[in-house]
């Protein structure tokens, strides 16, 4: 009997012993595989038998959310010109708040659209044209476009909520000169902002200006935890993207950067230009710049326009210089070439009209 | 009983099982989606960090109720790139390594952090970065020596009360019975408290720490009641008397306590906080020697026992050893816990085995000395457990 008992404690014990052995080394069979070697944009280098998770120099699969071609990407509307002479822009905007989107590689977030991207599309009309924004909410929450600039009351977009299925046409004419924004602006509004209810409005002058290479920077930043503070930061949504795409422009070329603040959660974000500085134009509206830098703090929902030029080639970073935000995606560069060696067709967004 | 009633019974012991069977596929079976309700969240916890030659190195275990993808790794805050072994996508109870090539600095805190697919942050703090041990014949062989001065020689040194306590009266041999008792009791308090502060900093709640050395410091106690009490049965006509198997089982239940004490001492070094072990060290030494007493209390009434007193010196004592090894270089929290426990639970059996034992000669626990030895005991050791 006694044998019997010790024999059942000791089976016990066994069953014990492996099942805890189990738990603390669940990874003890590892394949072996050919090491690969890794080198981080920081100069270190690690031999590794795993998988790299490098969103900072990523090459691999693109995004669905291609920030190369929202940067000079502009949208200038269906046009008709009225009896009395004035251009008509018409613009169809959809509002949804149900898509899964890769922010950064591996990274899933749920993100709040205007016609599917964040940003939005950039809208750009011309000093006094008539605009009509034929608004659809697809969400399942009520939305609004809330545009920067000079309009009526009831063309705010701040209270009349359009509601789930809704539908709305914002009308004004372009005013003024000058780079804008448009965002939702529903209660709450940080959490509407937060999600990438937002995109770039400008309005040319009637006299354009000189030609340049154009391009847009919304800077913004995603908090994927909703900790109220951002998880990643980027000029236009997906972080480290012109940094391992850098922009690529020419030398002697001016060139024009819309760029548009639109961060939540940080009170402060900045602009740092390397190699070069820039003459900048608060908001746009002024046709003479209010400085020469290479650095430009802004506040919450502050623009810019910069123009610049490039005396030599090569590779030079902008980035934030709130070093927080570089390092968590805000950090990207251009690759200035010889004029002759860029193709032309990324040169000069010349409106259309 | 015949082959039917057999049968019957059979079934009836089955059946229950094979509802429940039912009850459960059906509960998960692919088409009733009729229980789905709330969110389930991803969740992951960084075990260990470890800081190598130019790299952070982070264990990382799935401890949320479904798989996920470890995407973005970050030092303090700041996206790094970071390799990942096996690979990122972790099975439920998986672990993974991530190695983040980075140039950290001796002495600084680090928040280390990883995202998951969902985009949460999880993160662990080290309060001051250490380069890890990697272990080598000489590190071997240096814990091998702390575990001798901290386990083996103090409680060698504690055997030599035996011709002190042999010259006692019955009345002052119960009190430093009772004096042992209150030691001993102090380090199964010790040890549990120990056992939770691990569970709380490095241990995930998914696997219940709490409960884990609950179950275990009982088990523990029952298993070596158990234990003893067939040891003493079987001895019962040999010369070895039940003195020397309640001693037998003081020294294993200090061996398991003096694991626990070894893992403190390595996991110190390992962790780089060396002026912290030297005290550490000091402090088991002295705290030891009371242990060699606890030992040798039982058996003062038994008779050419110095062979036996050496084989439980090295019972008691050895065990240091091995938790320095384990402790400076497997530090896991999970197996830290379960030595912690089973060494409380090895303890409350030797205290109940001296208190059963004694009671059957006399009035022992309603005595002036268990009441003082008790109290003198727990109060000497919390008086050394301020200056460990």
Redesign the interface.
């Known amino acids: 009997m006694r044998s019997q008992s010790t024999k059942m404690l000791a089976v016990l014990l066994v069953i014990f012993a492996v099942s805890t052995l189990y738990f603390i080394f669940p990874t003890i069979t590892v394949a072996q595989e050919e090491p690969k070697t890794f080198l981080t944009h920081t100069g270190l280098m690690i031999k590794t038998t795993g998988e790299v998770i490098d969103p900072i120099g990523y090459n691999g699969e693109p995004l669905e959310f291609n920030p190369d071609k929202f940067l000079r990407d502009f949208d200038y509307g269906i046009v008709t010109e009225l009896d009395d002479g004035t251009i008509l822009r018409e613009f169809t905007i959809t509002a949804r708040d149900d898509q899964i989107m890769e922010v950064s590689p591996g990274v899933f977030y749920n993100v709040w659209t205007f016609n599917g991207s964040v940003p939005g599309p950039t809208i750009r009309a011309t000093e006094g044209d008539l605009i009509q924004i034929h608004f659809i909410n697809e969400g399942s929450k009520s939305h609004t476009m809330h545009f920067h600039g000079v309009h009526k009351a009831e063309m705010d977009g701040v209270f009349e909520n359009v509601g789930p299925g809704g539908k709305f046409t914002y009308e004004f004419y372009a005013d003024p000169v000058g780079l804008h924004l448009y965002h939702c602006h529903v209660h709450p509004v940080e959490e509407h902002i937060a999600h990438g209810l937002y995109g770039a409005y400008i309005v040319d002058p009637k006299e354009p200006r000189e030609p340049a290479d154009e391009l847009v920077f919304v800077l913004n930043g995603l908090d994927t935890d909703f900790d109220g503070e951002n998880n990643f930061y980027a000029a236009n949504t997906i972080p480290f993207y012109y940094k391992h795409h850098p922009i690529q422009i020419s030398t002697n070329q001016l060139v024009r950067a819309y760029v548009v603040n639109i961060l939540e959660f940080d009170a402060v974000n900045n602009f740092h230009l390397h190699g070069t500085l820039f003459h900048h134009f608060p908001a746009g509206t002024d046709s003479v710049p209010s400085g020469f830098n290479d650095m430009l703090t802004m506040s919450q929902g502050d623009r810019q326009i910069l123009e610049f030029e490039y005396e030599y080639p090569g590779l030079y970073m902008f980035h934030a210089h709130v070093t927080e935000f570089s390092e968590k995606g805000w950090v990207s560069s251009f690759l200035v070439k010889e004029q002759n060696e860029v193709k032309s067709d990324l040169i000069g967004n010349e409106p259309v009209i | 009983m015949s082959q039917s009633s057999k049968y019957k019974i059979a079934v009836s012991a089955v059946a229950p099982i094979v509802l429940l069977t039912v009850l459960i596929v059906f509960i998960l079976g692919s088409g009733s989606s009729f229980l789905q309700f709330g969110t389930v969240l991803p969740e992951i916890y960084l075990e260990k960090i470890d800081f190598i030659d130019?790299?952070i190195q982070v264990t990382v275990r799935n401890t949320g109720p479904i798989d996920v993808?470890?995407?973005?790794?970050?030092v303090n805050?700041?996206?790094?790139?970071?390799?990942?072994?096996?690979?990122?996508h972790l099975t439920r109870?998986?672990?993974?390594?991530?190695?983040i090539?980075?140039?950290w600095n001796e002495g600084q805190p680090y928040a280390i952090g990883l995202?998951t697919?969902?985009?949460?942050?999880f993160e662990k703090v080290v309060d001051a970065a250490f380069p890890s041990l990697q272990p080598d014949v000489e590190l071997v062989g240096y814990f091998a020596l702390i575990g001798t001065y901290v386990g083996i020689i103090p409680v060698m040194i504690g055997l030599l009360w035996l011709p002190f306590i042999k010259k006692l009266s019955k009345n002052k041999y119960q009190f430093f019975l009772a004096f042992t008792i209150g030691l001993l009791l102090f380090l199964a308090l010790d040890s549990l408290e120990e056992a939770f502060e691990i569970s709380q900093n490095n241990l995930a709640d998914t696997?219940n720490g709490t409960l884990l050395i609950g179950m275990v410091t009982i088990?523990t106690f029952f298993?070596l009641y158990?234990v003893s009490t067939?040891l003493i049965n079987k001895t019962k006509f040999s010369k070895i008397s039940a003195p020397v198997s309640i001693s037998l089982m003081v020294a294993i239940g200090i061996g398991f306590h003096n694991l626990g004490e070894g893992l403190a001492i390595g996991a110190a070094v390992g962790l780089g906080n060396l002026a912290l072990s030297t005290f550490l060290i000091v402090g088991f030494a002295i705290h030891n020697t009371t242990e060699g007493f606890a030992i040798v209390a039982p058996l003062s009434k038994t008779k050419s026992v110095i062979p036996k007193l050496a084989a439980m010196g090295l019972i008691a004592g050895t065990p240091a050893i091995f938790g320095a090894w384990i402790g400076g270089f497997f530090f896991?929290p999970?197996?830290a816990i379960?030595f912690l426990a089973i060494g409380a639970g090895a303890i409350f059996q030797v205290i109940i085995s001296i208190i059963l034992w004694q009671r059957r000669e006399n009035n022992f626990l309603s005595s002036w000395p268990l009441m003082l030895g008790i109290s003198l005991g727990l109060f000497v050791m919390y008086i050394t457990s301020i200056f460990i």
């Open positions: 130019s790299e993808n470890v995407v973005v790794a970050d805050d700041r996206i790094q790139p970071a390799a990942i072994e096996p690979d990122n109870f998986e672990t993974a390594l991530v190695r090539p980075y140039d995202t697919n969902d985009g949460t942050r696997f088990l298993g158990f067939q896991s999970f197996s379960i």
